[in-house]
């Protein structure tokens, strides 16, 4: 149990264009999403909070209209990269708590295998 | 301010020797967890072991240990026995009562088991 999916596992795509990427909580609801941005040899710099059926929660210097975050079920939260650029390469992973089959993950929260974009 | 600090960017350690992690962290909230998560060069995130703030033995799971000491705020990852497959970066992380689950994550160790 407890299994979340990204899909694609990588993209890579051209300066200016848009790319989205997909969390899902498979086994579970994910009444919260998280999404992470990790660069090389780097350790994980959340950049925003999601919760089903709310606005997201960016961190401090996340461009909000650049990295939409949509999280319209319980079960799929959504980053999308708007006019992407090269310095936006990096590996973006998501992770979940909820409710994992009555019992509320408290402590626990389900990474995805995270999604590498390379833009050129 | 840095919450989460790994001092050891790296370590080498030889098969069936343990390895100690170092991990502080700062927090004035008294409600906490820490937790530490093995990253191999797959990527994906591998969840270790959970130590809470108010638990008062430290946590232990299979040969993943971890050393909690609250005064000193430190949360050191013991790994015994060490094999090749534990080759990997290693994180650190704290989640605070009133962070709506956030974790918040150190550095880093990477770790490289040799034979």
């Known amino acids: 149990g407890a299994v979340v999916s990204q899909h694609p596992s990588w993209v890579i795509c051209k300066s200016g264009t848009s790319v989205k990427i997909e969390c899902r909580s498979l086994?579970?609801?994910?009444?919260?999403m998280f999404w992470y941005r990790q660069f090389p040899k780097q350790s994980l710099m959340l950049m925003a909070t999601?919760?089903?059926?709310?606005?997201?929660?960016?961190e401090q210097g996340v461009e909000k209209d650049k990295f939409l975050i949509n999280h319209a079920s319980l079960t799929l939260s959504t980053l999308t990269v708007t006019s992407a650029h090269p310095e936006d390469s990096s590996f973006y992973i998501c992770?979940?708590?909820?409710?994992?089959?009555?019992?509320?993950?408290?402590?626990?929260?389900?990474f995805g295998p995270g999604t590498r974009l390379t833009v050129t | 301010a840095q919450k989460i600090t790994q001092t050891q960017p790296g370590m080498f350690v030889q098969e069936k020797e343990a390895v100690t992690l170092d991990c502080t962290y700062d927090?004035?909230?008294?409600?906490?967890?820490l937790f530490w998560y093995k990253q191999p060069s797959s990527g994906e995130m591998i969840f270790l072991i959970y130590?809470?703030?108010?638990?008062?033995q430290n946590a232990t799971e299979g040969r993943y240990s971890l050393n909690f000491q609250k005064a000193r705020k430190s949360a050191n990852l013991v790994i015994s026995a060490s094999q090749l497959g534990d080759s990997a970066m290693y994180f650190c992380?704290?989640?605070?009562?009133?962070?709506?689950?956030?974790?918040?994550f150190g550095a880093g160790t990477q770790v490289v088991v040799t034979p």
């Open positions: 992770s979940a708590n909820g409710d994992l089959a009555g019992r509320v993950t408290f402590y626990e929260q389900y």
């Open positions: 086994d579970f609801q994910a009444t919260t």
């Open positions: 999601s919760n089903e059926g709310s606005k997201a929660t960016y």
């Open positions: 927090t004035s909230d008294p409600s906490y967890g």
């Open positions: 130590q809470g703030s108010y638990d008062q």
């Open positions: 992380a704290m989640r605070e009562a009133d962070s709506w689950g956030k974790l918040q």
